[in-house]
DNA sequence: CTAGAGCTTAGAGTGCACTCTAAGTCAAGA
DNA sequence: TCTTGACTTAGAGTGCACTCTAAGCTCTAG
């Protein structure tokens, strides 16, 4: 629901929209808590309204999704802090932030492999039914 | 190596081998730490020899292959538990261990899901190279 | 003016799945 | 006989990724 939440259509030219903390919450299926430690840690970097209070921008809002695929791949936070940690640091160093992504890319290949093995084992327990020790593969 | 480790081939007519922990460590890449905790938790039950060292016959052997394929799904130890818990109960449960075992398939189909999804976003990322803000997925 | 919701912070606590330590036993080789 | 190394146990420690707590601030509604 709620995608317009907290939209503010005169009074700035301020761009699309900010969200708050929970609207972000809501919204990505991460909690506020949650999403305070990634700041914490150096994922993001979020502006504040003039009481000190989150504002999040799309972008941001975009890099918690994105945070969020990697770490349904389980990429470390230590992996994740790295590539944006190099993000900030500017286009000269996009090759290591490739070749981090590539590597990645290869762990998640890897991953799927293991759950596929895995379905099979598991449909074949499904299959003989109640899964006796003898079946095990 | 040392598949013949620790086999007796005369006094008594007992199956096919059985193995010592780092044997069974090293043939499933699972640790002897690892091995003793799963035993302790009762995920396993593993006879001794007479000094009291562990045997892993061959169905235990399969048991710990097994149990590394629920893990690499993320099943939570506790449903393993549970699950060789109905085993041991015997036939009764067939039908309580097949439930489980379905819903553990559709978890793995959402977690397949997931990691499509996830490596899509990474490959277009590595796609338009180096991954600037703009263009998270 | 006041109550309450919702935010802020630093820092402590939690749950999971190992992983390691310490102290001891046992069998085989030099 | 002595040493080495792999094993045993109970229990403590580790690392990860949150998750929660406590104390305090601020905006809005009544």
């Keep these: 629901m709620g995608v317009t939440t907290a939209e503010i259509d005169i009074p700035t030219d301020e761009a699309p929209a900010a969200l708050s903390i929970s609207a972000v919450a809501e919204l990505t299926g991460v909690s506020a808590h949650a999403l305070r430690y990634y700041e914490r840690i150096g994922l993001l970097s979020v502006k504040r309204d003039h009481a000190g209070r989150r504002l999040y921008a799309p972008q941001d809002v975009q890099r918690v999704v994105f945070i969020t695929r990697l770490r349904h791949t389980d990429m470390p936070i230590r992996d994740i802090q790295r590539y944006f940690t190099l993000v900030q640091a500017g286009p000269a160093t996009e090759s290591e932030r490739l070749e981090l992504l590539v590597r990645h890319r290869e762990s998640v290949q890897a991953q799927l492999a293991n759950l596929h093995t895995a379905l099979e084992a598991i449909d074949f327990k ?9 079946s095990c593969l």
């Design 126 to 134: 499904i299959a003989v039914y109640g899964g006796s020790d003898r």
